[in-house]
């Protein structure tokens, strides 16, 4: 009972965590997607993130920058809180709570986004359809209701294989750096705090979290935009995803500006509120 009460808590942490990271970056994610889905128009190869700001905020409002919050919420809040969740229970059974190894956190980040991104893949792909401006879904439900009738159910599962080839690594390597990283912060003596544990805590998580994310997000980027353009196209495989992005690597690099900054503040500002949380509830995180 105790390692299931644990686990919950582990999981309202990491939903409270994400709540505030998908409300303060979404439209990063929106510009990342429309960048994206721009291979093969015309003149897609001159269009930036300074012109997909512009046109979105002209075409529809500022308001426009937070298209897709209701599939984001729902894919992020549950999302984040089965991967902390999953996270803290497998580093307490494998691990004991014990530090980790640079293998050991590639290994652990991976298996916890592994199961977080399979159970949560349906709400992923809505949620790229509702970004991509190509979907006229009035909600998360008519847009479930409405893939299964044209599409079949297996559509809600488009992108598994990218999304893994993405969301593993990233995780895996995110946490790996993030781990080596934050136990080089100073251990402190016996007249001063450890300084993850002290008030400064927060900003030196936040800052692991930075470094840590740029990394994993550069690293991921061709696997992203391969996602992507699998569950925004219908019925589009892998393979002709990869020959459609195809124009030389800038192709795989397309929206990596706004997803660096993305997803390296959004994991940080997790990450951070996570710890933050955990210690706050008497968890070693």
């Known amino acids: 009972m105790t390692c299931v009460q644990s686990a919950l808590k ?5 939903s409270l965590s994400g709540t505030c990271s998908t409300l303060l970056f979404q439209p990063l994610d ?16 001159r269009v930036g993130m300074v012109s997909v700001f512009l046109t979105v905020v002209r075409t529809e409002k500022l308001v426009g920058l937070w298209k897709g919050m209701s599939p984001s919420f729902a894919r992020t809040i549950p999302g984040l809180g089965l991967y902390f969740s999953t996270y803290y229970s497998l580093k307490q059974h494998f691990f004991q709570g014990r530090g980790l190894g640079p293998l050991e956190a590639v290994a652990l980040g991976a298996g916890a986004r592994s199961v977080a991104g399979v159970l949560m893949l349906p709400v992923t792909v809505i949620k790229t359809r509702f970004e991509s401006g190509r979907y006229n879904y009035s909600s998360v439900v008519g847009a479930l209701r409405s893939m299964c009738q044209t599409e079949g159910p297996r559509a809600l599962f488009s992108g598994l294989v990218p999304t893994l080839l993405r969301d593993a ?29 002290s008030s400064y805590g927060p900003p030196a998580h936040f800052l692991c979290g930075i470094g840590a994310g740029v990394l994993a997000s550069l690293i991921t980027q061709p696997a992203d935009v391969v996602k992507t353009n699998v569950q925004v196209g219908s019925g589009l495989s892998t393979a002709a995803a990869v020959r459609q992005v195809y124009s030389g690597v800038r192709g795989f690099f397309r929206g990596a500006v706004p997803r660096c900054l993305r997803r390296t503040m959004m994991a940080a500002m997790a990450w951070t509120v996570y710890e933050t949380m955990m210690t706050r509830v008497g968890l070693k995180s």
């Open 30 to 45: 929106l510009i990342k997607t429309r960048l994206q889905t721009l291979q093969g128009t015309v003149h897609s190869a």
């Open 169 to 197: 690594p990233f995780s895996g390597i995110y946490v790996m750096f993030y781990t080596q990283t934050k136990a080089c912060l100073p251990t402190g003596t016996s007249n001063t705090t450890k300084l993850g544990s």
């Open 10 to 14: 582990a999981f309202l942490c990491g």
